[in-house]
């Protein structure tokens, strides 16, 4: 049977060039080294050493098991440490839930923090997920994120979480500049608004409808969609009106592709966005790395451009 002390007297060996320095190395008798050498050639059939000369030299199948062995020896050092990691209190897995509507924002924020994180070798495997409307009540339900990124207010935090505001979330109404509303001087009148169809979020469930838009307007058609980036293309298409997260509409508003849609209500909603933590059990230290990193990030989520803001206070002014 091949022990990885016998690999590690074989790649001792080979570093050290001699049986007489693997053995001063090693604290042990040169015939203790001679003795693992010999019980690993029979454990594996192979010759090892071709001790025809002055020195012993490795055979060419020497090389080859040296080149596996080493390769073994690597992943039994590197279990010894996550064995510490985790006896010290490491986390195994870290799950990082986050809210749909921050999508496209969220990952070019948070990206750049998960790679702050590769060159600290946490032993931990981080599991980031992404959901809407009550599939986020389901996620925090089912498996207790450590971390949850999400604006408030759109479902209820557990009493073992804590939470940091790291930005504002503001959506906006748009509509595509071909609509017919376009060319409605603002502010459009919201009767006017009901008779065209309302692009909406709605969740998978019909008794848990719940609407991501700043509030429902009564629309005479509303027509559901799954998430954000597919509404997105609804709007493009000009199929009807809704409301945006700013961050996925800045670069249509600006290239007149979509318009504000100012109504003689609020075409602007501006929500607080959360690091949500859990408190109990504790964070891990990957969890409390991130969480410093999110805590040190001076403005996750960057204010409305000022170009954007005016486009949609020409009209109240």
Do not use: C
Not at 89 to 110: F, H, K, S, T, Y
Not at 192 to 212: D, F, G, T
Not at 222 to 250: C, K, Q, Y
Not at 261 to 277: F, G, H, K, P, Q
């Amino acid at each position: 049977m091949v022990t990885l002390d016998q690999l590690q007297v074989l790649s001792t060996l080979r570093k050290a060039g001699s049986f007489d320095a693997a053995a001063r190395q090693l604290y042990r008798a040169q015939s203790a080294v001679s003795y693992a050498i010999k019980s690993l050639e029979q454990g594996l059939g192979l010759q090892l050493l071709d001790r025809s000369g002055y020195r012993a030299r490795l055979t060419p199948a020497g090389e080859a098991i040296l080149k596996k062995a080493e390769a073994v020896l690597d992943e039994a050092r590197a279990l010894e440490y996550l064995a510490q990691e985790l006896r010290e209190g490491a986390e195994p897995q870290l799950n990082l839930l986050v809210n749909g509507i921050l999508v496209g924002r969220a990952g070019r924020d948070l990206v750049p923090m998960l790679a702050d994180l590769v060159p600290k070798r946490f032993p931990t495997q981080v599991n980031l997920r992404v959901e809407l409307l009550e599939g986020m009540v389901e996620a925090v339900q089912d498996i207790r994120p450590e971390l949850i990124l999400s604006p408030l207010g759109l479902f209820t935090i557990p009493p073992e979480y804590e939470h940091d505001v790291v930005g504002n979330l503001t959506m906006l109404s748009v509509v595509a500049a071909s609509h017919p509303l376009a060319r409605i001087p603002p502010p459009v009148p919201l009767t006017e608004v009901r008779k065209h169809i309302h692009l909406v979020i709605r969740s998978r469930s019909e008794e848990a409808r719940m609407p991501v838009d700043p509030g429902e307007i009564g629309a005479e058609t509303i027509w559901n969609f799954p998430d954000f980036l597919t509404r997105l293309e609804g709007l493009r298409a000009g199929l009807g009106f809704a409301w945006m997260p700013s961050h996925l509409v800045e670069n249509d508003l600006r290239r007149g592709r979509l318009v504000p849609l100012l109504m003689d209500r609020d075409s602007m909603n501006v929500r607080e966005v959360a690091l949500i933590y859990r408190q109990r059990p504790p964070l891990g230290p990957t969890g409390r790395f991130l969480l410093d990193e999110f805590r040190s990030h001076k403005q996750f989520l960057p204010p409305l451009p000022d170009d954007i803001r005016r486009m949609y206070t020409r009209v109240a002014s």
